[in-house]
């Protein structure tokens, strides 16, 4: 069964610096997601993207994140200027026109 | 503000025990889905739905619009069922996502 894949799948960072976390969704999907995981916390979304552009987006997807399709297979999520409080599980999505999503495994960002 | 609220929090049961796991939102939706977050983080999506009932297998998925609840059944639970369970809104392409339901089945 096709997956979503998520690389690298822990990053360690040094606050200040850039991150850019990788998804590779399953080829046929057309909508695709990023969402975070605090520690201890609830999943919490960060944007759709669907059409080569981001079609919503959360309060917590601010000018320090951007998301990208660069080649038609990859799908990534930049964060620029990390801070301590970005260190969370981030899990990529991917799903068809009114279909369940599916997730990859996550990469856990840890900011030092 | 808690667009979503899910309950109970934590829930132990024998295994053999029929579950339910209460969700309930705040705003109108055109989908809500059911997810199950693995001890290891990794999660898979139950059911998506938008209205009347779903079944896959010991799973049963009830969503009520008019009243802004929904339920997760789990027949004939095992402890293979453990994990938490997360329910998520879907108002136009944002998602809310409830804390979720940590369930427990004892052999």
């Known amino acids: 069964e096709p997956e979503v894949t998520q690389t690298p799948s822990h990053q360690v960072t040094q606050m200040g610096q850039e991150v850019i976390l990788r998804c590779v969704p399953i080829?046929?999907?057309?909508?695709f997601y990023w969402y975070r995981q605090i520690l201890g916390q609830k999943v919490e979304f960060l944007v759709s993207?669907?059409?080569?552009?981001?079609?919503?987006k959360s309060e917590i997807f601010d000018d320090q994140f951007s998301v990208e399709r660069p080649d038609g297979s990859n799908f990534t999520l930049k964060i620029r200027s990390t801070k301590l409080e970005d260190s969370a599980m981030y899990f990529c999505a991917s799903g068809g026109p009114n279909q369940p999503q599916h997730f990859g495994d996550g990469t856990r960002l840890s900011i030092l | 503000k808690n667009e979503v609220e899910q309950s109970p929090q934590n829930l132990t049961a024998q295994e053999g025990e029929f579950i339910t796991i209460n969700c309930s939102y705040s705003?109108?939706?055109?989908?809500l889905h059911w997810l199950q977050q693995h001890p290891g983080g990794g999660i898979v999506s139950l059911f998506m739905?938008?209205?009347g009932k779903k079944k896959h297998g010991r799973l049963i998925a009830t969503i009520n619009i008019q009243e802004k609840h929904s339920s997760l059944h789990i027949t004939a639970s095992h402890p293979r069922d453990s994990a938490v369970y997360i329910c998520?809104?879907?108002?136009?392409?944002?998602?809310?996502f409830g804390t979720g339901t940590s369930l427990t089945v004892i052999p």
């Open positions: 993207f669907y059409n080569n552009e981001i079609s919503e």
């Open positions: 739905l938008s209205s």
């Open positions: 705003v109108g939706i055109s989908a």
């Open positions: 998520a809104v879907r108002p136009g392409n944002q998602f809310y």
């Open positions: 080829s046929n999907h057309l909508y």
